[in-house]
């Protein structure tokens, strides 16, 4: 369904960005960072990439004295929301309440279990990032990276800048029709702390979108505007 994400701006070049903001960067294992007027910015591709603890520790530390952390997630479209939950238990200082799920539990439209909640449990001796955050986020933010969005909100220090992610707050899940075809949907209902269900996608605190000048000038005015906030 390609109107899913046409009717919203591409607000995202990665040609740009290395061009202009990442010439000298860093990378460690999947994540790629760089401080820029002394903030810690971060770019997370793809959620089906694997983000281990020890490079948490590694980007934290080198941080710890930075202004503020950007995590940039445009155009990134999930993978494992273990991963999600690993970057958002070093966001926090105590177990907090990020939003719930209800799983399909009969053949009726509305017929759906108990909520299950969830929860961020930060290790007491992990090293943590408790200063202001900011997500970048655009419509090409999908599954895992909509959950990251919509859980991230339940934390005071978090402001999502960009535009609407793409959604998917339900787990997938599928089966073969007798015609052969595969018939994807989702499974479960995704709500964040305040309820809010993130199916179709999750809207930002602050919309910014980068117009046609934007790009042909080499300035990525999300990023600006993140980095203006600090």
Not at 15 to 36: E, V
Not at 37 to 47: A, P
Not at 171 to 190: A, C, E
């Amino acid at each position: 369904n390609w109107e899913w994400f046409l009717g919203y701006p591409q607000n995202f070049d990665l040609g740009l960005l290395q061009r202009h903001y990442l010439i000298d960067f860093k990378t460690t294992n999947n994540l790629i960072h760089k401080r820029i007027k002394n903030v810690g910015y971060v770019y997370y591709k793809s959620f089906g990439q694997p983000v281990y603890e020890n490079d948490l520790d590694y980007i934290l530390d080198i941080y710890k004295d930075a202004k503020g952390l950007i995590i940039d997630l445009r155009n990134n479209g999930g993978g494992d929301p273990t991963y999600a939950m690993a970057i958002l238990n070093r966001l926090a200082n105590a177990p907090t309440f990020i939003g719930s799920t209800y799983e399909k539990a009969g053949k009726g439209h509305n017929d759906f279990s108990e909520p299950s909640e969830i929860w961020l449990n930060p290790k007491e001796n992990s090293k943590k990032f408790l200063g202001k955050v900011i997500l970048l986020t655009n419509r090409n933010c999908y599954s895992s990276t909509s959950h990251f969005v919509a859980w991230a909100r339940a934390l005071p220090n978090i402001t999502v800048m960009g535009d609407t992610t793409g959604g998917g707050g339900g787990l997938p899940t599928s089966v073969q029709l007798s015609n052969g075809w595969i018939l994807r949907y989702s499974s479960t209902i995704g709500l964040d702390a305040k309820g809010f269900n993130f199916e179709n996608g999750t809207p930002p605190d602050i919309r910014i979108d980068m117009t046609k000048t934007d790009f042909d000038n080499g300035i990525d005015s999300i990023l600006e505007r993140a980095l203006g906030a600090f």
